[in-house]
């Protein structure tokens, strides 16, 4: 666009820096891919260590698979066994608001689009898919380049990336850090010449910025901020004649850019309503037109703008307020949505899936259509045309030919259109809605998926292939589950309704249950297949049974109950011990998990047997059944604070109380891993999802950290979690990323992993803070000796028993001395956990501890990630009023009645005790025993020495002796501790 380029001058809207570059007005191309390549942080250059032939490179690995890498290389060779416990394997469904590249066409068909934070490069033919992995942000963007090698990618979120890969060897050349550190990148561009990237932020406030990646310098070559009046530019595209030029657009400003030695500059022509007296709609995507001086925007009225300069083209430098809109072409009343320049065509795309082609001047040459295509998302052309050359002139007698392409839309479909037969493929077609919902059958390689849209579709994991689809149009699709035969299919939905199908055909084995009274959240069988129980958004527990009528099997409604006041997180149905009765529980993050008595339970009455509190303080997010690995039976709970627990399945007395994955969110579901290992069936593993991983732990659980191992799965969060039949697949679903993935699972590498952690004690001396040789672990020590001198009699004269011990009664003192304060419920959980270890096996209560076990019982039991001042900020949010001066306090008298009469509560004399030793008049220092105290002298320090209004630094610092940022812990000092 030459006059365009003249125009974008001397007197411009918006103007910034360059660093450190000339004007390209003749770019080089782009140079041999050797030397050293950047890649990101996922670790992806271990094949760039290979050598070749045997012999030494000179050059970097990853450099020299790039420089020899041809087309389709990706498939060639068999995938080798991966070294990590989970690896990707295949990705279901996509990114439809992302355009999707046709790589290679003819006889080899290469699709590549975004799912989630991976870029898959599926190969149709051959039905194999590469994964491009590097993003742990959902990836928001991506643009090819014009010989279809190199493909650039960006996130938005922390630690934004921007990843050039090349498609031939699937190796990232480049990555770009901190390119827009707050919010990321909402668009991105590469030049015809593959040598510079146009990128625009996510912020409110937008920033533009042009990088020559093929160069090793971290700064943009030139940027400039935008005004946010402009609207958020989300599409941009270089000039294919000039790579100084390019454009962007937002839903309703056009803005024209030129760079070059005098920095980057800007130009945003206004057009409105009034410039033609027409309705303009609002900017989908723009184009420079194939005549050089001029460029295109396509609108949601179904009009072209030509954009020109208001001058003559030879006039120098007029300024940017030169570009105007020349013209506004009404072309159709549907909807543009994409807008492309193909050779000397003009390519369009609307709302109602046709696909028109105009010459220069913008007159109908073709058009291709079909009643089954939805709103077109994106178009992509084959790199290499058939043999007619395509005929873009209008009174032209030979038929229009161009290349095959690839339409994407909106609705999730992926077509392949073959021009020269007019004839049009279905690729793909996923789920256009979140997947929320995945089952494993228990018996084949067949997983059920289920989406918000009504979609459900099994899939053959082995062979990744679909089977067969069904749609249901009542309500979107939120849990599935089949029986342990494998013969049902049931599918809880948001109306309510519940279905039970055929696992093969699908088809509905009996009419829809529909008991619920709010979407259905949880489903599953009883082990017989006998009974059936739902949860739903109500925080009811819904049981349905299988009966015979007319000699046939069908489901009716048991009973029903509203069991909790809070979401039900699990519910689990198991095998009574005495018994093959199937027994049924829920766990609600009201804290109760609920048995219900089956048997007793008749129509429209169902019994509850059992309700336990299982927490005090943190709320149970899911729940399974452990492992026989001993004579005592468990139930497995995890908890928002990272605590795995385990509770006997008879008494429900809490067991074990382990430190869980500490991976930024605690776990969210838990399922055990079926047998994997035929050489020691003892051998058991944990699958786990966070918010954002998916993970494998080894069983049995002790807080060893290096027994668990995570990846990002959903960035913007996982909804479901399967294990396949033969524990050799987890798969997980990424609910509104409408992508599914399967993840192959290798217990080995977790095994090796655990086992160059350390063994014993080396993993937990590491979660102490210094570690080993750490001051913490000699206070530690020091404070488990004095506790065998307490426990003895400080003052006694007797010959002392040396022992490696202390009784269990010294616990709580300990716990407390380190800085951890347990509750009494707390300390009651750690002393049952010590006392009853080996009652099942042996008849015996321990009644001591050593330093070993005690470690471990401190790390497992004290918060993960100690105490936070924002959670007595948020006690103090509840509890306290704002003062006059806008402090959020609590009355001094009022905190004392709260410690009184509320939770655990404290008698007048345990509080006053507590806290004149917090103050710093401990009774009974240098003595054996506590000495008694003036409970008047108390009131009166707790009244000199706490003020009438207490803010929580002041709770914190001055009375707890907390450290709290920016202030002294002059008590701690006064203290000398």
């Not at 059936?532 to 109950?561: F, M, P």
Request: net charge negative.
């Amino acid at each position: 666009m030459t006059a365009l380029r003249n125009a974008l001058g001397e007197e411009t809207v918006g103007t910034t820096h360059l660093d450190g570059a000339g004007s390209p007005e003749q770019p080089p191309a782009f140079p041999e891919p050797m030397g050293a390549f950047s890649s990101p942080r996922s670790g992806l250059r271990e094949q760039g260590t290979q050598q070749r032939n045997g012999e030494d490179d000179e050059c970097d690995g990853s450099a020299s698979l790039v420089w020899a890498a041809t087309p389709g290389m990706l498939f060639q060779e068999d995938r080798q066994t991966s070294l990590h416990p989970l690896s990707l394997s295949w990705v279901l469904g996509y990114n439809s608001s992302l355009a999707v590249h046709s790589l290679m066409d003819g006889e080899d068909q290469v699709l590549l689009y975004v799912s989630s934070h991976t870029v898959v490069i599926y190969d149709i033919l051959k039905n194999r898919q590469h994964h491009l992995q590097g993003h742990t942000n959902v990836i928001s963007c991506l643009c090819v380049s014009e010989d279809r090698r190199w493909v650039a990618t960006a996130d938005r979120g922390p630690d934004a990336l921007i990843v050039v890969w090349d498609s031939f060897s699937g190796i990232p050349v480049r990555t770009i850090f901190e390119s827009h550190p707050k919010d990321g990148v909402s668009a991105i561009a590469i030049s015809h010449d593959t040598k510079y990237l146009a990128t625009i932020s996510a912020g409110a406030v937008q920033r533009v910025c042009v990088w020559e990646w093929t160069s090793p310098v971290e700064k943009p070559v030139c940027s400039t901020e935008l005004r946010p009046e402009f609207g958020h530019q989300d599409y941009v595209i270089f000039n294919p004649q000039n790579p100084c030029e390019f454009v962007s657009n937002s839903k309703t400003q056009v803005i024209f850019y030129l760079w070059g030695d005098a920095g980057l500059h800007y130009g945003a022509p206004v057009l409105n309503r009034q410039t033609f007296h027409s309705v303009v709609g609002h900017f989908s995507q723009s184009a420079f037109h194939v005549s050089a001086s001029q460029a295109l925007s396509g609108t949601s009225a179904g009009k072209l703008v030509v954009w020109d300069t208001a001058g003559p083209p030879e006039q120098p430098r007029a300024g940017p307020h030169r570009v105007r809109a020349a013209k506004l072409v009404p072309m159709q009343k549907d909807s543009i949505t994409v807008l492309q320049a193909l050779a000397s065509c003009i390519v369009t795309g609307d709302v109602k899936g046709q696909v028109k082609f105009y010459n220069g001047q913008l007159q109908l040459l073709s058009c291709y259509s079909h009643s089954e295509v939805g709103p077109i998302r994106s178009i992509s052309f084959s790199k290499t045309s058939p043999d007619a050359s395509p005929t873009c002139s209008a009174s032209s007698s030979q038929p229009f030919v161009t290349r095959n392409f690839i339409l994407s839309t909106s609705d999730a479909t992926v077509l392949h259109v073959a021009t020269d037969r007019t004839k049009l493929e279905r690729v793909m077609e996923e789920a256009k809605e979140a997947v929320n919902a995945i089952t494993c059958h228990p018996r084949q390689a067949c997983v059920a998926v289920g989406s918000r849209c009504g979609l459900l579709r099994l899939w053959d994991y082995q062979q990744n292939k679909y089977l067969i689809s069904r749609i249901f149009t009542a309500g979107g699709i939120q849990c599935l589950s089949y029986d342990p035969e494998g013969y049902f299919l049931a599918a809880g939905c948001t109306d309510g309704s519940v279905y039970i199908l055929d696992a093969i055909s699908l088809l509905s084995s009996c009419k829809e249950l529909k008991f619920s009274h709010g979407p259905v959240t949880h489903i599953s069988f009883s082990h017989d297949s006998e009974y059936l129980a739902t949860a739903d958004e109500k925080y009811s527990v819904i049981v349905y049974k299988r009966v015979l009528q007319n000699g046939s099997g069908c489901w009716e409604h048991l009973a029903g109950l509203h069991s909790h006041y809070k979401p039900i997180r699990s519910i689990l149905f198991g095998i009574q011990l005495d018994s093959n009765e199937p027994r049924l529980l829920s766990l609600g993050e009201d804290r109760q998990l609920i048995e219900y008595d089956l048997k007793s339970s008749n129509k429209d009455h169902l019994v509850v047997l059992h309700r336990d509190r299982v927490e005090q303080i943190a709320v149970p997010l899911c729940l399974a059944w452990y492992p026989q690995l001993s004579t005592e039976s468990f139930i497995l709970t995890a908890n928002n604070c990272y605590k795995l627990k385990l509770y006997n399945t008879t008494t429900k007395m809490c067991r074990k109380t382990l430190l869980g994955p500490t991976l930024g969110s605690p776990l969210e579901k838990i399922q055990i891993l079926p047998g994997t290992n035929t050489a020691d069936p003892q051998k058991h593993y944990l699958a786990y999802i966070t918010k954002d991983k998916v993970g494998l732990q080894i069983l049995p659980v002790d807080g060893n950290p290096h027994k668990s191992s995570a990846f990002v799965c959903h960035p913007d969060g996982v909804s479901d979690l399967a294990t396949s039949f033969d524990g050799r697949y987890i798969f997980t679903a990424g609910g509104n990323d409408c992508t599914v993935m399967k993840w192959e699972v290798n217990v080995n590498a977790l095994d090796a992993a655990a086992s160059l952690g350390g063994e014993d004690l080396i993993p937990f001396y590491n979660l102490l803070d210094g570690g080993r040789e750490g001051e913490f672990f000699k206070e530690l020590e020091d404070y488990f000796y004095y506790a065998q001198l307490h426990h003895h009699g400080v003052d006694t004269l007797e010959t002392r028993e040396v022992s490696t011990h202390i009784p269990l009664e010294e616990i709580p003192f300990v716990m407390r001395a380190m800085g951890f304060y347990p509750s009494e419920q707390k300390i009651e959980e750690m002393t049952n956990e010590v006392k009853f270890s080996k009652y099942v096996d042996t008849g015996e209560q321990v009644t001591k501890i050593n330093l070993e076990d005690f470690i471990k019982l401190y790390v497992n039991h004290c918060p993960a990630f100690g105490l936070s001042m924002t959670e007595i900020q948020r006690a103090f949010q509840v509890l306290g009023y704002d003062n006059e001066n806008g402090d959020r306090v609590i009355d001094r008298g009022n905190l004392l009645l709260l410690l009184q009469r509320r939770g655990e509560h404290m008698t007048e004399d345990e509080l006053a005790q507590c806290l004149t030793t917090l103050l710093g008049r401990c009774p009974g220092r240098g003595g054996s025993k506590l000495d008694a105290y003036d409970p008047s002298g108390a009131a009166a320090l707790i009244e000199e020495e706490i003020p009438a209004e207490i803010t929580a630094e002041i709770f914190a610092a001055d009375i707890l002796s907390l450290p709290i940022a920016g202030k002294k812990n002059r008590k701690k000092e006064e203290m000398n501790l």
